[in-house]
């Protein structure tokens, strides 16, 4: 530890190797966790902790630690890893750990288990992250009205709520419009240059759709430039002759 706390972490992690080699114990396993993390290793460190993690409970905590990294920074992690997270996360009811969990699903397209893991955070401790998480959750799969109901529910709760909920709530108005064929409302509700990019295509189509064809095909130009995509490619393709 004295090595470790010097930010000497291979040192640290030999010493930590010979104590292991005397008899597996918590010391060990928690400084090699800890290691491996401060290396910004989260999937070595999980794994490694992952058998020990019921035995000790600072090798608990050192892997809740690895867990939570692990999902935050990993898109693509192995279905062991999976498994051992959710089943401790179903274990220790960590509020923490249920919240990243939803947050990894929802960055993979997982809408029905990112509803049940915000749900679990939720459970255990009510957080404005953790239902702006479920919002988008259930966006994702479709179920806009329930979206709508939870920000309603708790947009009111205090400025942590207001904060993330009031941007949430403006883009499913600026949907709508864009939906209901509002052009001239979305227009004027999205900065092309502070927005996200599913913005950005609503306000060039928008334009579009009014016959501002000059300023749609700059807004396709400047996000084709940036991001090329199927829908940039038809708006500059639909805009091209009609913006000259």
């Given at each position: 530890?004295?090595?470790?706390?010097?930010?000497?972490?291979?040192?640290?992690?030999?010493?930590?190797?010979?104590?292991?080699?005397?008899?597996?114990?918590?010391?060990?396993?928690?400084?090699?966790?800890?290691?491996?993390?401060?290396?910004?290793?989260?999937?070595?460190?999980?794994?490694?902790?992952?058998?020990?993690?019921?035995?000790?409970?600072?090798?608990?905590?050192?892997?809740?630690?690895?867990?939570?990294?692990?999902?935050?920074?990993?898109?693509?992690?192995?279905?062991?890893?999976?498994?051992?997270?959710?089943?401790?996360?179903?274990?220790?009811?960590?509020?923490?750990?249920?919240?990243?969990?939803?947050?990894?699903?929802?960055?993979?397209?997982?809408?029905?288990?990112?509803?049940?893991?915000?749900?679990?955070?939720?459970?255990?401790?009510?957080?404005?992250k953790a239902i702006e998480g479920l919002v988008l959750a259930h966006r994702q799969t479709g179920n806009r009205e329930q979206?709508?109901?939870?920000?309603?529910?708790?947009?009111?709760?205090?400025?942590?709520?207001?904060?993330?909920?009031?941007?949430?709530?403006?883009?499913?108005?600026?949907?709508?419009?864009?939906?209901?064929?509002?052009?001239?409302?979305?227009?004027?509700?999205?900065?092309?240059?502070?927005?996200?990019?599913?913005?950005?295509?609503?306000?060039?189509?928008?334009?579009?759709?009014?016959?501002?064809?000059?300023?749609?095909h700059d807004l396709f130009t400047q996000m084709h430039e940036q991001s090329p995509s199927a829908e940039t490619a038809e708006?500059?393709?639909?805009?091209?002759?009609?913006?000259?």
């Open positions: 530890w004295y090595w470790y706390r010097l930010d000497e972490t291979d040192r640290a992690m030999r010493w930590f190797e010979r104590s292991r080699e005397w008899g597996v114990n918590a010391n060990a396993i928690e400084g090699l966790t800890r290691s491996w993390l401060a290396k910004n290793q989260p999937a070595k460190a999980e794994a490694l902790a992952r058998p020990w993690r019921d035995q000790w409970d600072s090798v608990a905590t050192a892997y809740q630690l690895a867990a939570v990294r692990l999902l935050d920074g990993d898109k693509t992690i192995p279905s062991a890893a999976m498994r051992g997270i959710t089943e401790f996360a179903q274990s220790t009811q960590d509020q923490a750990l249920w919240q990243a969990l939803g947050w990894h699903h929802l960055d993979n397209t997982n809408g029905p288990p990112a509803i049940q893991a915000f749900q679990q955070a939720i459970s255990v401790k009510r957080s404005p979206a709508k109901q939870l920000i309603a529910e708790h947009i009111e709760r205090g400025d942590a709520y207001h904060d993330r909920l009031q941007t949430l709530r403006s883009k499913s108005q600026i949907s709508e419009w864009f939906a209901q064929g509002q052009y001239a409302r979305v227009i004027s509700r999205i900065d092309f240059n502070a927005s996200a990019r599913d913005q950005k295509l609503m306000l060039a189509w928008s334009h579009y759709h009014l016959g501002n064809f000059a300023r749609a708006g500059l393709r639909q805009t091209r002759q009609l913006g000259r």
